[in-house]
């Protein structure tokens, strides 16, 4: 498709083979600075990302603490739909704790890894190769005692030797493992180095694809590849991604499940995987962990960030107006941001701007629309069009003015 060609729709599109959707929000992202969330808290987005269509949801790490504990077994209880994950190490207690946590789910799934590079082995774990290996072999044969579905990951397989790392799977599936997960732990990762690694681990390891073992693939963004990074294990025959909403995760994140979902739908013609991912419900997904967390999504974040859709300069403004598509490759409606039905600016009063908040959802009490209106006069000074996900912004604590700039 050129740029200048008119939109396809769905159906002309090639369906290719499914990719599943692993959110991880609740663990990787949760377990990072500013994240924490209250039993509550979880239970609210595991309802939320659970509708947005995840084909698994890992709902924490049931040994880090009573509270995980319970807040994954209150989700495997509730929440229907995906498959609820509790994460272990290749340690007994562990692997009881998970069990017991995803024992209400219809279907739940044990996630137990073991870092495998030397360095991990030497400075972390201080055990050699072989009892790696060893471990690894009793642990996830444990793990299938309790659950048919069980995932392994090698932490840090990106910096494996790569025969030890082909060993380490084979003893893995051997074990019963039904999921493979290789991630890049630390982010290091470019995009070919990736692919090939989950290359080699096929070609060498028949069995994979002969018996329907899952490839899967874990990325962070130290590196800002994080998204990059999954879709070339994608492309190198990795069918399940696992994902955070705004790319929450250790250190800079992990691959933004919103990122994903919006490049597999925007570029089907190249990328023709289906998915289970409801589109729409990217962009209140996104608010609502903004809503349980300390932080949102940066405003220039692909997909769900303020900016996202805001075309602010003149040319761009006119362009848009003839016809969306001259700088829209997706429309904002299309991933769940509110119309925008009228277009607000720095001499709209404070009767327009209810009405839009009430549209929106949120009633105002007149000390705090006098508070907001003040906040939006100055908006509106700095920035010609007011989008809704702005007017959503003014209404977080302030703590500078200059900010929203
Ligand atoms: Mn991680």
């Not at 504990?69 to 272990?88: F, M, Q, Y």
């Not at 994902?243 to 023709?272: M, Q, V, W």
């Amino acid at each position: 498709m050129s740029l200048t060609d008119p939109p396809v729709t769905q159906q002309d599109q090639p369906q290719g083979p499914r990719v599943l959707f692993f959110d991880t929000t609740l663990r990787d992202g949760e377990q990072s600075p500013g994240c924490t969330m209250h039993a509550a808290e979880k239970l609210r987005m595991a309802h939320q990302i659970a509708s947005l269509g995840v084909d698994i949801l890992e709902a924490g790490f049931a040994i880090a603490s009573e509270g995980d504990r319970d807040s994954i077994r209150t989700i495997a209880r509730e929440v229907r739909g995906p498959i609820i994950a509790s994460l272990a190490r290749c340690k007994r207690e562990d692997i009881e704790a998970a069990a017991h946590s995803i024992e209400p789910a219809p279907r739940g799934r044990i996630h137990t890894f073991l870092s495998t590079s030397d360095l991990h082995l030497a400075a972390k774990l201080q055990i050699t190769r072989e009892q790696a290996l060893d471990q690894i072999a009793e642990m996830v044969a444990l793990a299938r005692t309790y659950a048919e579905d069980v995932e392994f990951s090698p932490e840090d397989a990106t910096r494996t030797d790569r025969d030890f790392l082909i060993k380490v799977c084979e003893v893995a599936i051997e074990a019963g493992a039904t999921t493979l997960n290789l991630p890049d732990t630390v982010g290091y990762c470019i995009p070919q180095d990736y692919a090939q690694m989950f290359l080699d681990v096929r070609a060498r390891i028949p069995r994979i694809d002969a018996e329907g073992i899952v490839l899967s693939a874990h990325c962070h963004d130290d590196l800002g590849l994080a998204v990059a990074n999954t879709l070339a294990a994608i492309e190198a025959g990795v069918r399940l991604a696992e994902c955070a909403i705004n790319g929450i995760g250790e250190r800079a994140g992990n691959a933004s499940l919103e990122e994903l979902a919006a490049i597999f739908t925007t570029r089907r013609d190249k990328l023709p995987y289906s998915h289970n991912i409801v589109m729409s419900k990217l962009y209140p997904t996104s608010q609502m962990l903004a809503e349980c967390i300390t932080f949102g999504a940066a405003p220039n974040k692909a997909i769900v960030g303020a900016n996202a859709f805001a075309h602010a300069a003149g040319i761009h403004q006119h362009g848009v107006m003839v016809n969306p598509l001259t700088y829209e490759i997706m429309t904002p409606e299309s991933v769940g941001v509110a119309h925008n039905s009228l277009v607000l600016g720095k001499h709209s009063g404070r009767r327009a701007l209810e009405q839009r908040y009430v549209e929106l959802g949120q009633t105002l009490t007149r000390p705090e629309l006098d508070t907001i209106y003040h906040r939006f006069t100055e908006l509106a000074d700095r920035k010609k069009t007011i989008y809704d996900q702005d007017l959503l912004t003014l209404l977080k604590p302030q703590p500078k003015v200059s900010a929203l700039a």
